[in-house]
């Protein structure tokens, strides 16, 4: 069994050799796995391409070692917990075995409906346990699953559902969050009229909605599932075969589909999972993320899985029906290990502690965080309310195209330094570069960070489009992975992530693309032109400020306001729906027609004494008027 990392020296020889000799670090973590046949290559790679190919030869199946594997000793021990959104509402619990029986049973349904290897199978669900059951259904036949978050409206999953070329689509009649029902198969209903791939929609009973059933195409889950056998032969997949898409939000509007492999992302979700949570068995593990974002995929699903943990599932929301309802299902099962979002933790800081209070917490011995800088005052309040000054806080950095956590504390093992993610994992080899591209040795250096040498859990490129990958990630540093993050290490050689250098924001944790918002607005009739950038937010981290240029004079600005802000939520979903909207009449634009963002950015941020250089721009007046009108 390779083990786990017990202590600081231990981390230190670990992190060196791992960096002297990766293939056989990585080798000695990857022995404990089911292959149905050993690699011959451990790694293969160049970032120029980039082509990495971990694992070459090898021949396995996920599920295989996410269940089957634990069978002979976790049969009875439970792997899911699932706490639904309404907490009178019954929760479910699986063990292994039911799990593993769940997740055939799934599997042979989609193979009776026509489901291959490597066909595409988009997820739109909320948090019900069929949901991670569809992941693993897909993964057990070797169907490739594109999990698209249940928020995303019609246009942002039919775009990722024609992008990947999905033959089905698993969905439910809605979704439960918090006082809301989501209408889930409406949208998949709208996005369909213009997804021609997709033959068949298998749609789950969750709320009992009234739905509209296409015959022939649409078919109720409970009804298709009902005789098929509880055991299923798994699909034996190459380490390098696909295992899952990932949309995420790129600086142009379409989003990419961010590919991950078969062995290589196990053995680094597993391995992750185990070390950075010091993981115990017997103890009770929540990650609060969907499954609709990469969170959800390593560290819900996979992760927990393969390490043979016991991972809770959430359906609903923090707020919901009071802010005490996280703290409330940690005493009610017991949780020891918590992993949120600073989002979240600030929205709850805000809420008081009059919903803390009740509860005991004493359950919890590690917490984590994760999607974005968690800021001092956030982390001493969950390091005081929550972890009551015993529980370390792993602060954990990484990307859905990481696949896992890159630099991040081992909870109880490394040190902590509040606003840090602290050092990298092992395996993994940071780089703090300037903007020539030069690296930064030394320490107290601040610029760009890139990781220069290939991990397991890597993306392996963007959906159908590799120059995309390597446009992206890795053109403009040769050599380097890419992360579009600023960072900064100190005098002890701890990481601290600033923030994205790009034209992507993080909402709420939420990673979002300025362009996808405008495209979004600009579904509305009458706004010709439009411009969104962040803005610092105390709760969400940031926020989305939308500049729009409406066709004409409007008199009733609130409604217009309104109405933009709808047809976002309508279009794209209302994670996107800016919490700013201005009127403006232009936009800072150069000669040459390119909207000057640092401008409006400052603007946004109610920083507008010094807007640095302006000369360049076509007609400077339009700066004085939307700094007069901003918000
Ligand atoms: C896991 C996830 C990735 C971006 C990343 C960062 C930001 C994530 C942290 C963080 C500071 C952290 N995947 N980010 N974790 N920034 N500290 N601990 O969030 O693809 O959705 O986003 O999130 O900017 O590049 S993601």
């Not at 929760?91 to 593993?100: M, V």
């Not at 320490?443 to 993306?459: A, D, H, S, T, Y």
Request: charge should be neutral; hydrophobic fraction near 35%.
């Amino acid at each position: 069994m390779s083990t786990r990392i017990t202590s600081f020296e231990e981390y230190k020889t670990v992190y060196s050799e791992s960096v002297k000799n990766p293939e056989k670090f990585w080798v000695s973590v990857a022995g404990e796995y089911y292959w149905r046949r050993k690699w011959d290559e451990v790694l293969k790679w160049n970032f120029s391409e980039p082509d990495v190919k971990w694992f070459t030869g090898g021949k396995l199946n996920i599920t295989e070692n996410c269940l089957d594997r634990h069978l002979e000793s976790r049969a009875k021990q439970t792997a899911l917990i699932w706490e639904p959104n309404n907490p009178d509402e019954k929760g479910r619990t699986f063990t292994y075995r039911e799990l593993y029986h769940e997740v055939c049973r799934f599997a042979n349904m989609l193979r009776h409906h026509g489901v291959k290897k490597g066909d595409r199978v988009c997820i739109y669900m909320g948090m019900v346990p069929e949901l991670a059951i569809a992941l693993l259904g897909c993964a057990r036949i070797g169907a490739i699953h594109s999990v698209v978050f249940g928020g995303f409206s019609f246009n942002s999953l039919a775009d990722r559902i024609n992008d990947a070329e999905c033959c089905m689509v698993i969905t439910a009649d809605g979704a439960f969050r918090g006082a809301k029902d989501i209408p889930l198969k409406n949208v998949v209903d709208d996005a369909l009229k213009n997804c021609p791939s997709v033959k068949k929609v298998i749609v789950l009973k969750r709320t009992g909605s009234d739905v509209r059933m296409q015959p022939g195409r649409d078919f109720w889950c409970h009804e298709e599932i009902n005789n098929t056998h509880h055991d299923c032969h798994p699909e034996v997949m190459d380490a390098e075969d696909m295992l899952f898409i990932l949309y995420t939000s790129g600086s142009t509007g379409k989003p990419k589909g961010v590919v991950h492999t078969t062995a290589g992302y196990m053995v680094f979700a597993d391995y992750t999972f185990r070390n950075v949570f010091q993981y115990n068995d017997g103890d009770i593990y929540w990650c609060t993320a969907d499954i609709g974002w990469v969170t959800g995929h390593t560290y819900l699903v996979y992760g927990p899985l393969l390490a043979g943990a016991t991972t809770l599932m959430f359906e609903g929301i923090p707020t919901w029906p009071d802010a005490g309802r996280f703290w409330k299902i940690v005493d009610k099962y017991k949780v020891n290990i918590i992993y949120t979002a600073p989002t979240a933790i600030r929205s709850l800081q805000a809420m008081g502690l009059e919903y803390v209070k009740p509860y005991k917490l004493d359950s919890l011995r590690v917490l984590g965080t994760v999607g974005e800088p968690i800021n001092e005052e956030a982390w001493h309040w969950y390091n005081d309310n929550i972890g009551k000054k015993r529980c370390p806080i792993v602060d954990t950095w990484w990307q859905t195209e990481t696949g896992g956590i890159l630099i991040t504390p081992l909870a109880g093992i490394t040190p902590l330094k509040p606003s840090f993610a602290t050092l990298p994992f092992p395996g993994i080899q940071p780089a703090i570069v300037d903007e020539n591209g030069k690296e930064l040795s030394g320490n107290n250096v601040e610029g760009r960070l890139c990781i220069k040498f290939p991990w397991p859990g890597m993306i392996r490129t963007t959906y159908r489009n590799h120059a995309r990958c390597r446009e992206n990630y890795f053109e403009q540093y040769k050599g380097y992975y890419f992360t579009g993050d600023g960072c900064k290490r100190d005098e002890n050689g701890f990481y601290r992530i600033t923030g994205r250098v790009d034209d992507v924001i993080k909402v709420s944790g939420h990673l979002l693309g300025t362009a996808e918002v405008e495209n979004a607005i600009n579904q509305h009739p009458d706004i010709v032109e439009s411009a969104v950038v962040g803005f610092p937010h105390a709760i969400k981290g940031w926020g989305i400020y939308a500049f729009v240029i409406p066709e004409r004079e409007r008199s009733d600005k609130e409604k217009l306001k309104k109405e933009i802000s709808d047809t976002v939520t309508k279009f794209m979903g209302s994670i996107g729906r800016p919490d700013k909207i201005q009127i403006v009449r232009g936009l800072p634009k150069t000669r040459s027609g390119k909207i000057m963002r640092r401008i409006l950015r400052k603007i946004a941020e109610g920083d507008t004494s010094n807007l640095g250089d302006t000369t360049t721009l076509l007609d400077p007046s339009v700066v004085d008027e939307i700094k007069a009108g901003a918000l």
